[in-house]
């Protein structure tokens, strides 16, 4: 019987974890194509987790996918809201993709949160050119 606070542990939790640290581990050594499968097989058992989704992201981003980098970061948005930093790599994609319109209303949100942020600021100043 499962009651309101028994401790019925996920089976797949050590070895989802192990997964993260795999990823979180080949996106710091660069290795982003390796790291990409991985992350995308974690966020296959793990679909909220907002680092991972960042992570893929910004490798996507790296990889000049904008598109797709923008995908994850929407998906990233709807758990963190006003993350700058996923905010930062949405906004650069949509610049990179000539979106400028997309590109201000995410520095708009970053500097609702920081609004000291120069790159941010420098940047709106870029875009309104």
């Known amino acids: 019987m499962v009651g309101l606070f028994s401790k019925n542990k996920d089976p797949q939790k050590k070895a989802n974890m192990e997964k993260f640290k795999e990823f979180k581990n080949l996106a710091k050594q660069k290795k982003y194509d390796q790291a990409l499968r991985a992350g995308l097989e974690y966020?296959?058992?793990?679909?909220?987790?907002?680092?991972?989704?960042?992570?893929?992201?910004?490798?996507?981003?790296?990889?000049?996918?904008?598109?797709?980098?923008?995908?994850?970061?929407?998906?990233a948005l709807e758990i963190g809201s006003y993350d700058t930093?996923?905010?930062?790599?949405?906004?650069?994609?949509?610049q990179k993709l000539g979106e400028k319109k997309r590109a201000i209303d995410a520095c708009n949100k970053i500097l609702e949160v920081d609004e000291k942020n120069q790159t941010v600021k420098d940047m709106l100043i870029q875009l309104q050119d």
Do not use: M, W
Request: hydrophobic fraction near 35%.
């Open 43 to 75: 966020i296959r058992k793990v679909p909220n987790n907002h680092d991972a989704l960042f992570t893929i992201g910004g490798i996507y981003y790296l990889q000049h996918k904008y598109k797709t980098a923008i995908s994850y970061c929407d998906k």
């Open 85 to 94: 930093e996923v905010l930062l790599i949405k906004a650069l994609s949509h």
